[in-house]
């Protein structure tokens, strides 16, 4: 998993990436970097799930806590 997050938080488009449990959470930089753009990116990985989500308020502190 974690040679995954070192991945995602270099792929141009993602404002930030962090362990989420046994996920990891993406936060995209705009509405054009889609969830099509970041399953090209990769698209090397495989048993890779993407959904979106809602964030909740364990996503919103750690938002505000990158941003500080």
Do not use: W
């Amino acid at each position: 998993m974690f040679p995954l997050l070192q991945h995602l938080q270099r792929i141009e488009g993602i404002e930030m990436a962090y362990p989420f449990g046994e996920y990891h959470h993406v936060v995209l930089q705009n509405d054009t970097t889609s969830l099509d753009l970041l399953k090209s990116q990769l698209q090397s990985t495989q048993e890779l799930e993407i959904k979106p989500a809602i964030p909740d308020i364990e996503d919103c502190f750690i938002y505000a806590m990158q941003n500080n």
